[in-house]
């Protein structure tokens, strides 16, 4: 969110208006309401079988056609385990049980012209063999099960993701 190309309206009393006050605070120069544009929670999976990792092609911007690891946002009222669990059955039906905390890294996500700030969480999923997945096509155009050698990094979507897979290959090995 940026004030420098466009006038931003407050949303109590709809006049154009807010002022930038901070690296995330903007407040209503009539009306005093006060809006804090914070991090946003996210989940991602990183789930392996066989030496083989599985990985989406996002349907949608940011970074339309790239790779990713399946996930998405954290909602209200819901825990970052039970985003991941809803994620999953959501974009694969994938149901799953068990899940192991790996890390976490910032990213940057532009979504309609609006810079969001996220905090990604990398959680790792290990299966025993292969399920048959149906992609849910609005986020995820196809998914794949790519050998763990042979992925680089440049062919994931966000810095987060390139992070991730970093340090997951290096604990690995």
């Not at 940011?62 to 059955?89: I, T």
Request: charged share 20%; glycine share 4%.
């Amino acid at each position: 969110m940026d004030n420098n190309d466009f006038t931003l309206h407050c949303v109590k009393c709809a006049q154009p208006s807010l002022i930038k006050q901070g690296e995330k605070t903007y407040e209503c120069a009539l009306c005093g309401f006060v809006y804090f544009h914070n991090v946003a929670a996210a989940v991602c999976a990183i789930i392996v079988c066989n030496q083989q990792m599985l990985l989406v092609e996002r349907a949608q911007q940011p970074s339309k056609g790239k790779l990713d690891f399946p996930g998405g946002f954290v909602d209200y009222n819901e825990s970052n385990e039970q985003a991941l669990k809803r994620e999953l059955l959501e974009e694969l039906q994938l149901p799953v049980n068990n899940m192991q905390y790996l890390f976490s890294y910032p990213n940057s996500y532009l979504y309609k012209d609006v810079l969001y700030s996220t905090l990604d969480s990398f959680f790792e999923i290990t299966l025993d063999t292969k399920p048959d997945l149906i992609v849910q096509q609005e986020e995820v155009s196809r998914y794949l099960w790519l050998d763990v050698s042979s992925l680089t990094t440049q062919e994931l979507a966000f810095a987060s993701g390139q992070h991730a897979f970093t340090e997951f290959i290096r604990r690995i090995n």
